[in-house]
């Protein structure tokens, strides 16, 4: 069982690289998020699709860009990478719809961006 | 302020051990509330789910306190795989979507 699948895993970027970081569920899910992990703080939501063709931004979107072409995959871009982007990106999805999220979010096992 | 405040930890037990860690909360608008788990550079994963009246699973008991804005976690009989670091998580309605606000996480390290 698949579940959630990122990649890449690791990546290390120059100042100004662009990249784009997949993602793909295999569980029939609605939603899909991107969070940012950084150490001493929470998890800080990037974007968010409720569905297909559909996305909204969350907490932290400046410098991202995202794209939900199908329900299976939801792509996060980072067009000029800067050095506070350095962190852990984790993809995620849910069954219920973002405004009824239960809470419990299945999530990827991270990709780790180091920005030079 | 944190919206999700956690103590950092570590918490350093001996397997067989009772710990609890608190998380204290700023936003009284929070509808509910979550503890995930997160071994060490991996995903997160749903531990429980934590309501008004309390809830147990197993040897992890979770608690809500609205009145005082905190929600704590209990362990009892502390095993190795324990080991691991518990993010408290809370879920607040806004700007359309059902917003989950993850502290910084508590780790805990069981040794025999």
């Known amino acids: 069982n698949a579940g959630v699948t990122q990649t890449p895993k690791f990546q290390v970027l120059k100042t100004g690289q662009s990249m784009t970081l997949q993602c793909a569920q295999d569980m029939n899910h609605n939603s899909m998020y991107w969070y940012r992990q950084d150490p001493g703080m929470g998890l800080r939501l990037i974007y968010y699709s409720a569905s297909e063709g559909t996305t909204d931004k969350g907490e932290v979107p400046n410098g991202y860009n995202v794209s939900r072409l199908n329900k299976r995959e939801f792509s996060l871009r980072l067009e000029s990478a800067a050095p506070s982007q350095t962190s852990v990106y984790f993809c995620?999805?849910?069954?219920?719809?973002?405004?009824?999220?239960?809470?419990?979010?299945?999530f990827g096992e991270g990709s780790r961006l180091t920005v030079l | 302020r944190k919206e999700v405040e956690q103590d950092p930890g570590p918490f350093n037990v001996p397997e067989g051990a009772t710990v609890a860690f608190n998380c204290t909360y700023s936003n009284s608008a929070s509808q509910s509330f979550f503890w995930y788990r997160q071994d060490c550079r991996k995903e997160p994963k749903l531990l429980m789910s934590v309501y008004s009246s309390g809830n147990e699973d197993g040897r992890f008991t979770a608690q809500l306190n609205r009145a005082s804005q905190y929600i704590s976690l209990l362990i009892r009989d502390s095993k190795l795989s324990d080991s691991a670091t518990y993010l408290c998580?809370?879920?607040?309605?806004?700007?359309?979507?059902?917003?989950?606000?993850f502290g910084a996480g508590t780790r805990l390290a069981v040794h025999p």
């Open positions: 995620a999805s849910s069954t219920r719809r973002p405004r009824a999220n239960t809470g419990e979010l299945f």
């Open positions: 998580v809370g879920a607040l309605l806004s700007g359309g979507y059902n917003k989950l606000i």
